[in-house]
Each structure stands twice: as structure tokens, then as C-alpha cells.
């Protein structure tokens, strides 16, 4: 009889996350969906502008709940920011999947966490489709829909620079 159970669990081990995701505050984000990894970065941006008392709003349907059809994710100082979140790859790089030029947004801001750190930047759409933010890659052959893009920590900023660069962002972004 072909043990399943332990054929699978090797090869899960195997492909394991990389050992510096053993350790750290936040290795817990490597255990969620892709999904849900947008979600708390998402959570985390809107708790952190209502910490430092930042304007912020989410999109809003006609019945006023949050509406997750919206072509942005948060308002910051009223710009539409498409967010991405990431974790820190084996090549210390982090990987924003599925930008896309096509949606209406301003700006993007990315957050890339690492299993003790967290690190942002912002570009505006503009920056994107002119690849002042850095080069894209299609996520699919022969398609033009969805692309990553990819930074490494010393293309962002450490989160604690937030306040101070959204505010000088927003300013020059008028």
C-alpha cells in the first residue's frame, strides 16, 4: 500500500519556506493564503494611517459597505492607491504580483514584509507605465493584463519613514 500521507509530507518538506522564515514577528504571514496576505497588508495600511491620524477611505458601494469591486484599494490624502503586499523571497526580493495598468488608480504602494521588518514604497501610475518605477514582467505568456513587479529592500523604505513620505508624496503629487 503506497503511503500517501508520508509521500506528500516529504515532499512538502522539501519545499518548505526558506529557514529565515523560521523566526521573526512576522512568519506568521508565510502560513495565510496569497489572498489574505493583500488582506492584512491592506488592514495593516488602514490601521497605520488611523494611528498617525492620516486621511484615509476605503471604496464604498452604493449601500455604503466596503466594496471589494472597486478599481483602488485606499484613499490616502484623497489619492487612489492600488496596494500590493509581498514577503521577502529566497533572494531577499519581493515580488508584487498582478499590477495592472488597465484599472483606474493614481498610485501604487507596495509593502513588503520580511520576517522581522517591514518596508514600503509608493509610485504614481504614471511612474508604473512609464517604468520610472522599475521594469515589469508579465504574469502570463503572450498577455498583457497583469504584471509583477519586483524590488528588493533597498528599493523601499523602512515602514517607520511612512508618515514622513506619504505626507511628502501627497504634496508633490497635486
Known sequence: MVDYRGLFKSIVDKHKNDQKWDNGDFVG??????TKVGTVGQEFIEGLCAYLNLPYEYPKNAQGDRSTQSPWDLKIFDIAFELKTATE???SKFQFN??????????????????????????????IVTGKA?????????????YKLTK?????????DFERLIKEFSNSFK
Open 134 to 146: 522599475g521594469k515589469l514582467v508579465s504574469m502570463e505568456k503572450s498577455a498583457n493584463a497583469s
Open 29 to 34: 504571514i508565510k502560513s495565510i493564503s496569497n
Open 89 to 91: 523571497d529566497t533572494s
Open 152 to 160: 528588493s529592500k533597498t528599493d523601499l523604505h523602512p515602514i517607520n
Open 98 to 127: 498582478h499590477i495592472r495598468y488597465h484599472r483606474n488608480y493614481d498610485a501604487a504602494l507596495c509593502l513588503g514584509v520580511s520576517p522581522d521588518e517591514l518596508y514600503f514604497n509608493l509610485w504614481s501610475k504614471a511612474d
